[in-house]
């Protein structure tokens, strides 16, 4: 693993399966009474989210914690941010109170990869979605939850076919998601509009579509992206109804696909939109689980970055509360 995980392009096929094999691993701690393990102690693990966030930002506290890291939680809203304060002295106070490693949320794309390589910080950088670029833990913890249903939990997804569909333009999960999904041998078909497939699209590795029908017929995994409205400026749509009849995956739509094709969504939903309240809800969906198993695989990520001591997932790992012992 290298020093900071910014971009789905970070990992080659070799870190990626050593990322989903240790949260593969991690994921037993589900199954126990005491969820914790001693791995990160005396680590300082700073959530820094200058964005609204529910799941990311939990998620991540909540590996973090299970690894018995010190947690400090930033929010932008209610801190010095509001009164102008810059990204490079809020790294700069960070760096002073020994923070380990920083998971940041920033509105403007690229401002991770900024503060990974200014040198205000010494600790590794986690990308948890910057502006329309990249969310890399997203893309991980959807390609673990496709490998635990296409490939029994094990390899990589190679010639599995995915489709991802909608507001391709400005999703991070989307972009992340590709460049992952095809390091791991899976071909993928990005489905949406003309309007909403970004310039230069066509050198990314996948393929488009500006039909849905067609590509469901042979998907492994169809993924439904947020029409993400608060980050447009124009019609990029006649209406929502007009997307949805096109684009929206309903009980119709869902019975094109093959009998063991899962349906995904990274949240939050626009049900009634780009997915139907009954797929959403239905045996097929795995999107309640790809929250689950997002602590498994940031809890791995912090892990391998911060180079924690071994796992000890084994029968004679701590049956009480690791931070309980001197």
Not at 177 to 194: Q, R
Not at 282 to 309: D, F, H, K, P, T
């Amino acid at each position: 693993m290298k020093r900071h995980l910014l971009s789905g392009a970070d990992l080659d096929r070799d870190d990626a399966l050593l990322v989903l094999d240790t949260a593969a691993e991690l994921a037993s701690l589900t199954d126990r009474a005491v969820k914790k393990l001693p791995t990160l102690r005396g680590r300082t693990v700073v959530n820094l989210f200058f964005e609204d966030s529910t799941r990311t930002r939990i998620s991540f506290e909540a590996a973090a914690k299970r690894l018995s890291a010190d947690v400090i939680n930033f929010s932008a809203k209610g801190s010095s941010v509001s009164k102008g304060e810059s990204l490079k002295d809020t790294a700069l106070t960070l760096e002073a109170m020994g923070a380990d490693a920083v998971v940041i949320r920033h509105h403007a794309s690229g401002a991770p990869h900024r503060l990974a390589h200014s040198g205000w910080i010494q600790g590794s950088v986690v990308n948890a979605g910057d502006g329309t670029h990249e969310h890399p833990t997203q893309a991980l913890l959807d390609a673990f939850t496709m490998r635990r249903h296409l490939a029994g939990g094990v390899g990589d997804l190679e010639g599995r076919k995915i489709v991802i569909v909608g507001d391709v333009l400005h999703s991070r999960v989307a972009r992340s998601n590709v460049l992952l999904l095809s390091t791991l041998g899976a071909e993928v078909t990005l489905v949406g509009p003309p309007t909403l497939l970004p310039v230069g699209v066509e050198s990314w590795p996948c393929a488009t579509s500006y039909e849905l029908d067609g590509p469901l017929k042979d998907a492994d995994a169809v993924m439904m992206l947020r029409v993400q409205r608060e980050r447009m400026n124009a019609a990029f749509f006649p209406s929502a109804r007009e997307y949805s009849r096109r684009y929206g995956l309903d009980a119709r739509r869902m019975a094109l696909l093959p009998e063991h094709a899962i349906v995904m969504h990274p949240g939050p939903m626009n049900r009634g939109m780009e997915i139907a309240a009954e797929v959403a809800d239905s045996n097929r969906s795995v999107i309640v689980e790809q929250v689950s198993n997002g602590v498994s695989v940031r809890m791995a990520v912090l892990y391998l970055l911060l180079g924690g001591a071994q796992l000890g997932l084994g029968d004679d790992a701590p049956t009480t509360d690791p931070g309980a012992e001197a």
